[in-house]
């Protein structure tokens, strides 16, 4: 059976998909872990007072933190697991371009936790506007942050930012501090950035996807 290119592209719009969303499904199943295990510390602190030891309040305040920044931690990822699932309900919207860098480095977090890289997203000071289909446009980014971690190697970091003039638009991501080489961009991103009206720029360690203005 032949398989026909617009089935390959939705086979890997759901491939995308289904990675961001086992990611998130395990970095929610970590946070609950964490709170049901201080949970039951609590409760072994509650057993013990009712046998007549006194409570410490200092470990119940440490307990009562640590479940408060998991609860933050969820609330976190759960803004952002609904943010890119509202991604896909319109075929353009207009968007700032840091904001987008921000999710794209949440989508990106657990791939890079692997392989022990960091990613930071650089303060933009003014408002950068697009109008893209904003769930390509983040399929694209995920794309390129992978060869980004993949080139910048174990304990370095990638550097995400965004730049904007008259002529053009500019996201770059940036490996520095553990460099392996060249980043190695799949073949179907140059297709997935022409078609949301980019192109992919690559430098001595560093891949930009640029939006040229008319």
Not at 65 to 94: L, T, W, Y
Not at 96 to 118: F, G, I, K, N, T
Not at 180 to 198: F, N, R, Y
Request: with cysteine; proline share 5%; aromatic share 4%.
């Amino acid at each position: 059976m032949k398989v026909t290119p617009e089935a390959m592209a939705d086979l890997a719009a759901l491939q995308f998909m289904g990675k961001v969303v086992a990611a998130f499904s395990h970095d929610f199943k970590n946070a609950l872990a964490i709170i049901n295990e201080n949970a039951g510390l609590l409760k072994d602190l509650i057993a013990m007072a009712a046998g007549g030891r006194p409570l410490d309040p200092a470990r119940l305040e440490t307990l009562a933190g640590r479940i408060g920044q998991q609860v933050r931690r969820a609330d976190e990822m759960s803004k952002q697991v609904n943010r890119f699932a509202h991604s896909m309900d319109k075929p353009a919207e207009e968007v700032d371009l840091p904001e987008m860098l921000a999710l794209a480095a949440a989508l990106s977090h657990r791939p890079a936790a692997l392989q022990r890289v960091a990613l930071e997203v650089a303060a933009v000071n003014a408002p950068l506007r697009l109008t893209v289909f904003v769930f390509g446009m983040q399929r694209l980014l995920y794309d390129c942050l992978q060869a980004a971690i993949a080139a910048c190697g174990s304990g370095g970091r990638v550097i995400l930012s965004a730049a904007g003039t008259d002529r053009a638009l500019t996201v770059a991501m940036t490996p520095v501090d553990a460099v392996k080489g060249d980043i190695t961009v799949p073949e179907t991103a140059a297709a997935l950035a022409a078609g949301l009206g980019a192109r992919l720029e690559s430098g001595p360690g560093c891949l930009g996807v640029v939006w040229d203005r008319a």
